[in-house]
């Protein structure tokens, strides 16, 4: 049974950092894409960024490109989330999600993932 599970949210000022964990298990991990989404409430789930299976390829929404980074550890089983310059937009549920992976092309849409976290809250304060 696979299981993701986010970690490391939190409370942050307004320009803080802060990094997300995803550790991964019942998959093999190294076979996957992994994604990064966020939710505000009243909003839908959007996408923040994506890595593939290797970590070769990644991409980011706009409103995060230069502020955040996607990153793998397949060894031990963890993505993370690097996020910057953090602002109170930025405050939202944070997930993880895979799918398996189909070469080098990373997915942006929810749709696209097949197995998805619980969520860790991170919120942002002005």
């Known amino acids: 049974q696979v299981h993701l599970v986010e970690s490391g949210g939190g409370l942050v000022q307004s320009g803080g950092s802060l990094r997300v964990a995803c550790a991964a298990s019942?998959?093999?991990?190294?076979?996957?894409?992994m994604g990064w989404f966020r939710q505000a409430p009243g909003n839908e789930r959007e996408f923040v960024a994506a890595?593939?299976?290797?970590?070769?390829?990644?991409n980011y929404a706009d409103s995060v490109k230069g502020r955040f980074t996607i990153s793998r550890d397949n060894a031990k089983n963890i993505g993370y989330l690097q996020m910057n310059s953090l602002q109170p937009e930025d405050t939202a549920v944070y997930y993880c999600?895979?799918?398996?992976?189909?070469?080098?092309?990373?997915?942006?849409?929810?749709?696209?993932?097949?197995?998805w976290g619980q969520g860790t809250q991170v919120t942002v304060s002005s």
């Open positions: 999600a895979t799918r398996y992976s189909s070469g080098t092309y990373v997915y942006t849409n929810n749709n696209d993932y097949n197995y």
């Open positions: 019942g998959h093999t991990f190294a076979t996957y894409d």
């Open positions: 890595i593939s299976w290797r970590g070769g390829s990644t």
